[in-house]
């Protein structure tokens, strides 16, 4: 079965920056969209970016445009989430998941093969 493994959170202060990284150990991520998705304490999980298959096609939530950078590197077999100018808002587990299509709305529902998260704190 495809799982998918994150890393590079990390505690920053805001103002900081971060990239996550996304992999799949064993099998070609060319084929998929990936998405990435961030869970706070309390509160849903809710989508932050997408990518299509070959890079081409992006979207992201409101609240990271301008902020946030998705990208991929399929000759790594890897998806990248640069974050920069973090806020506190921003704190969460983010875990990325993979879909058939990168559409403007990114619900979770259309995702499947979910990582086991990795944590971003941005604290003073």
């Known amino acids: 079965q495809l799982q998918l493994v994150e890393s590079g959170g990390g505690l920053v202060q805001p103002g900081g920056s971060l990239r996550l990284s996304c992999t799949a150990p064993g099998f070609t991520l060319d084929y998929y969209a990936i998405g990435w998705f961030r869970q706070a304490p309390g509160k849903e999980r809710e989508g932050v970016s997408c990518i299509g298959s070959s890079g081409g096609s992006t979207n992201y939530a409101d609240s990271v445009k301008g902020r946030f950078t998705i990208s991929r590197d399929n000759a790594k077999n890897t998806v990248y989430l640069q974050m920069n100018s973090l806020k506190p808002e921003d704190t969460a587990i983010y875990y990325c998941?993979?879909?058939?299509?990168?559409?403007?709305?990114?619900?979770?529902?259309?995702?499947?093969?979910w990582g086991q998260g990795t944590q971003v704190t941005v604290s003073s």
């Open positions: 998941a993979v879909a058939g299509l990168c559409s403007v709305y990114i619900f979770k529902q259309e995702y499947d093969y």
